[in-house]
């Protein structure tokens, strides 16, 4: 579970981002704008770091400011379930990212399977939607909904890993290499397998 000071912080700058876009008033918007700085020291304080990196990691704020999408495929062969080894941490996670505008949730997450692994998937079904601040994850600045869907292949073509990523192999569930937990934890495979298992199960959402 993501720390309550930082749920409320990211909350407070996310209520203080969408007021600057709304508001009118001179003296409102003086108010917002106090309220925004305060909640990026206050993530600042929370995470050893400045308010200007923090920012930068929430980058432009325009618009009512709403959770970001990341989608994430779970492709099992023989027992054994995709993963891709990212560049930014040498550690390995489920193929995925962030939803792009006007392309749907199963199109984009087949889209980065092709992109990170170079094989051809199809959605077969959405077995989790997950708040990432309420799971295991590292903490976040940013507020995420994350979609884990099951998908199969469509050819046999061996595994092409893209440039985003160093390499892509499958894992046998008690053989896992280390995990890019910002991206999946070990919960997100687990039910990966157990919804390969039994397809009947209901959905997980927050």
């Known amino acids: 579970m993501e720390d309550q000071w930082l749920s409320w912080a990211k909350r407070i700058s996310a209520l203080a981002d ?3 876009h ?3 008033d001179t003296f409102d918007r003086e108010r917002y704008e106090e309220l925004s700085a305060l909640s990026r020291e206050m993530m600042a304080a929370l995470g050893d770091a400045t308010p200007e990196r923090i920012a930068t990691a929430l980058g432009p704020r325009e618009g009512h400011v709403t959770p970001k999408i990341d989608v994430r495929a779970a492709v099992i062969e023989k027992g054994r379930i995709l993963l891709v080894q990212e560049r930014s941490d040498g550690r390995w996670t489920l193929p995925g990212g962030y939803a792009e505008v006007g392309v ?4 984009n997450t087949c889209k980065e399977v092709w992109e990170e692994a170079g094989i051809r998937v199809r959605v077969k079904r959405l077995y989790a939607i997950r708040h990432k601040a309420r799971h295991a994850y590292p903490p976040d600045v940013l507020d995420f909904y994350k979609l884990f869907f099951l ?3 469509l050819d046999d073509a061996a595994l092409d890993p893209g440039h985003e990523v160093l390499d892509a192999a499958y894992f046998a569930p008690d053989a ?3 995990l890019s937990t910002p991206r999946a934890i070990a919960r997100d495979i687990e039910d990966a397998f157990a919804f390969y298992a039994q397809p009947q199960r209901p959905t997980i959402i927050d």
């Open 176 to 178: 896992l290499p280390p």
């Open 22 to 24: 709304y508001c009118r």
């Open 104 to 107: 749907s949730a199963a199109d």
């Open 18 to 20: 969408t007021g600057l």
């Open 151 to 153: 998908c199969e292949r």
